[in-house]
């Protein structure tokens, strides 16, 4: 009979821990947390110290009995959730509700923690079992409490104000503010033009040396425009080039250090393309076990939400041994590198490292899919470069004088970096955000040249040049900037920017954060009432509060009560004075065109635009071409070149609507032609010679969003649309049929057509082949960059193959 009940929070985790238990030990899951705030009320009593009131989350009544049933039959309850403060909240709500009932009679609670899943980490971690940390919890509840306070007093004023559904966020609002910020420099970035003057010079042997003007009589060239540059090119005409000086240095390139979270963040998202969502996701799955064979689960990473650099002892062994022995005496350094983490950083964990240097990528490779494998490789390649020898370059620098006409002393200078001893860059090479003067350093292959010897002339290239404005945010960058600014934590960073593209707020084009009109508008509201809440600096003060309370240096209320207090009045200013954007009506110095009244700017469902006083009795409305906190600067006049409708000849506006901007026809009712801006004017719908199936009427070829599609032409009395079939039966229900479907955000997934009663669905294609492997009924199309592969479904079969061509198909 078991004499123990371990409960951690997923079944992953508890799969993995429970073969390295005895069968002494039941290991169950409590799926993350149990207790939370109730979403109907504040469900905090600010009178009262701000006592939080936690209720049973819906749906975990049964399996906390569960959990109880199971406890009253043991002799000890240990509580293994993860080691961060989230983890101690749920141990401590497992505490409360395990404890409740039997308080002399019942088991003991221990606490566990452990930094990674594995047989060493887990048979120590029971060896010497603590309890509940109380001051991690509270440093949780301060943070839940903040959040709750924040998000439940100032979202209604949202709904009220600008529209229903947005929210506000202590630190959510603070990251819109950071990308808010950016977008304005650049809209008010002004350009400056600059010139650079290269020369091409031949020496005694090749290549040839193309060196940089940088110097006019020992200060530094500046040249402003063409007329300057044109004018130094006139003076060096038929210059001596004479070499000034020649210095060659040695210069190293050191590892870095092995990843915490915000730099894993980062690095996955410069170099594999995942987003902050995904990587944590991924890095979730590498620490809670994977099947490996044989073998069953394993945890093959250490534990992802850490932001201290700190390895272990025994790890360091295992990298250096590994080292040795695969790359070689001379890629090792004297002794184990020691990285400093930042003054905050929790030494208790470590960095994020492989658990067992046995598990090397080539070896786990057909256990992982394959975005798991690529993010395992990243962080392996890191530990192991992170303590390897640095690279070597020899940097040489070539000066060359030249004396102009009217005698000004020109310098040119050149310089060149060759790799002479690779070093960790055999295995690894941190991703950058942009090029930097080390790049073009590695890109110029310089002749060899002796002190006052004379270089012959080959061309001289002035080139003009514009300042650019700071680049727009990418996740790397975001999360980095927020990082350096102390503004929340790389474990919350993941939801705060799935929060900010879900509510509309931001934009994502190319990779990077735009703002939208929406969230431009809401932090100007924000700030004009709660500037000193939602400022970085403060925000960040918040966050090393929050870790005080978490060593145990101030209590929790304390710091409530200072919050709050500057908090209520920010809030009781704002509920009194912020702008009513719902029911702007905003003048502008134009008449409507359609009956002479005044035009205003109101602000409707899908942003602002400009329409008639004249409403209800004229309904002419139109876009408007900046945004809404632009507006006091643009001349609304000018709306660009006009464009008219083709089938009646009357002229089109800009309007917004639920998929963007695009072109209406000013004769609607009357005419409803609508053309997507840079694009061809909506086709109308062809008639097909085919019955709706619903009501009899014809159906029609539409084109939509996604393109074209088959629709009843009694629309919108009739909703009915054909489904595009793939000629595969649904392998759930085997009655149905697989469609293919668009999501609301427009990706296309797949599912059976008698949905609801059947709820399979799939992001990939299905095909009607049986797994070799596991005998799954079928299988999913992916592309990847080799080309079409059939994957099995099921989590456990990594089997895949690819696609047959055409001919054995059909056998």
């Known amino acids: 009979m078991a004499k123990a009940l371990v409960i951690v929070e997923s079944p992953a985790k508890a799969k993995t821990i429970n073969k390295y238990l005895g069968r002494q030990y039941i290991v169950k899951a409590s799926l993350g947390h149990i207790k939370d705030l109730p979403k ?41 959730a993860d080691p961060d403060r989230e983890g101690e909240a749920i141990c401590f709500h497992l505490q409360e509700e395990l404890a409740n009932g039997h308080k002399k009679n019942g088991p003991r609670i221990f606490r566990v923690m452990f930094n990674e899943i594995t047989k060493r980490a887990i048979q120590s971690a029971f060896e010497t079992p603590g309890s509940v940390n109380i001051h991690l919890v509270d440093a949780q509840q301060a943070r839940r409490v903040l959040d709750r306070l924040v998000g439940y007093k100032i979202s209604p004023l949202l709904w009220d104000k600008v529209r229903r559904g947005l929210s506000a966020g202590r630190v959510q609002t603070v990251a819109l503010r950071v990308i808010v910020e950016r977008e304005r420099e650049i809209r008010a970035f002004v350009k400056k033009e600059y010139w650079t003057i290269d020369v091409d010079l031949a020496a005694k042997k090749p290549p040839v040396l193309t060196a940089r003007l940088v110097k006019q009589n020992e200060e530094a060239a500046e040249i402003g425009n063409q007329q300057a540059a044109d004018a130094i090119v006139e003076q060096l005409d038929s210059a001596a080039y004479i070499v000034k000086s020649v210095a060659t240095r040695e210069k190293k390139r050191h590892p870095v250090a092995p990843f915490i979270t915000s730099t894993l963040q980062q690095e996955s998202s410069r170099k594999l393309r995942f987003s902050v969502k995904r990587t944590m996701m991924l890095a979730q799955r590498l620490y809670e076990g994977i099947e490996l064979g044989k073998e069953g689960a394993v945890g093959l990473i250490t534990y992802m939400r850490t932001d201290s650099t700190r390895v272990s002892d025994e790890a360091l062994r295992d990298v250096r041994h590994y080292i040795g022995e695969r790359y070689g005496k001379e890629f ?24 067992s240097m046995a598990y090397t990528p080539d070896a786990v490779q057909n256990h992982l899919a394959e975005d798991e494998m690529k993010l395992y490789r990243l962080i392996w390649n890191r530990f192991v470069a992170s303590q390897m020898i640095p690279a070597l370059y020899d940097q040489t620098t070539i000066e060359v004088s030249a004396k102009g006409k009217n005698g000004v002393d020109y310098l040119f200078r050149a310089t060149g970096s060759v790799l002479k001893f690779e070093g960790f860059l055999k295995i690894y090479q941190e991703g950058k955000d942009q090029t930097d003067d080390e790049d073009e350093e590695l890109k110029h292959r310089l002749p060899a040249v002796a002190e006052g010897e004379t270089l012959r002339f080959r061309g001289m290239h002035p080139e003009q040049h514009f300042t650019e404005p700071p680049p727009r945010y990418n996740e790397a960058t975001l999360v980095k900037r927020l990082e350096a600014d102390g503004v929340g934590r790389p474990s919350t960073y ?65 710091a409530m009560a200072e919050f709050y207090g500057r908090f209520s009045r920010d809030l009781e200013y704002a509920e009194a004075n912020m702008t009513d954007i719902k029911r702007m009506e905003k003048p502008i110095d134009e008449v409507c065109p359609k009956c002479g009244k005044p035009l205003v700017i109101k602000w409707g469902k899908h942003g602002s635009f400009i329409a008639c006083t004249g409403y209800p009795d004229c309904t002419y409305t139109r876009e408007l071409t900046v945004d809404l906190p632009d507006v006091d600067k643009a001349d609304l006049s000018e709306q660009g070149d006009e464009e008219y409708c083709e089938n009646c000849g009357r002229p089109m506006v800009l309007k917004k609507g639920r998929f963007g901007t695009f072109y209406a026809c000013t004769g609607y009712p009357d005419c409803k032609t609508t053309k997507p801006i ?10 097909l010679d085919e019955k709706c199936p619903q009501c009899g009427n014809n159906l029609v070829l539409k084109t939509g969003r996604y393109g074209e599609f088959t629709a009843c032409s009694n629309y919108p009395e009739c909703k009915y649309v054909k489904q595009k079939t793939i000629g595969v039966k649904c392998p759930e229900c085997s009655d149905g049929e697989i469609v293919e479907r668009r999501s609301k955000r427009g990706k296309t997934f797949y599912g059976c057509n008698r949905w609801p009663e059947c709820n399979f669905v799939a992001w990939g294609k299905p095909v009607a082949e049986k797994c070799p492997e596991c005998g799954s009924p079928y299988m999913i199309e992916k592309w990847l960059k080799s080309g079409p592969v059939w994957q099995c479904p099921n989590r456990e079969c990594k089997h895949k193959q690819d696609v047959p061509q055409p001919e054995a198909v059909l056998g």
């Open 494 to 558: 993941a939801s705060i920017l799935s929060t900010i593209q879900e509510r509309e707020y931001v934009t994502k084009e190319g990779g990077r954060f735009i703002p939208t009109e929406l969230g431009m508008v809401v932090t100007d509201l924000l700030i004009q009432s709660f500037d000193d809440i939602f400022d970085v600096k403060y925000t960040a003060r918040m966050e090393e509060e929050l870790d005080d309370i978490e060593e145990g240096k101030i209590d929790w209320r304390e």
């Open 678 to 687: 840079g694009g061809q004017q909506k086709k109308p719908d062809r008639p």
């Open 40 to 80: 109907k009320d504040l469900a905090v009593d600010v009178e009262r110290d701000f006592q939080p009131r936690y209720e049973v989350i819906e749906g975990k009544k049964k399996l906390i009995n569960e959990l109880k049933q199971t406890a009253r039959k043991v002799e000890s309850v240990y509580l293994a």
């Open 332 to 355: 090792l350094p004297g002794s184990a590198i020691v990285y400093k983490s930042k003054k905050e950083a929790q030494d208790a964990h470590e960095a994020i490292r492989p658990t």
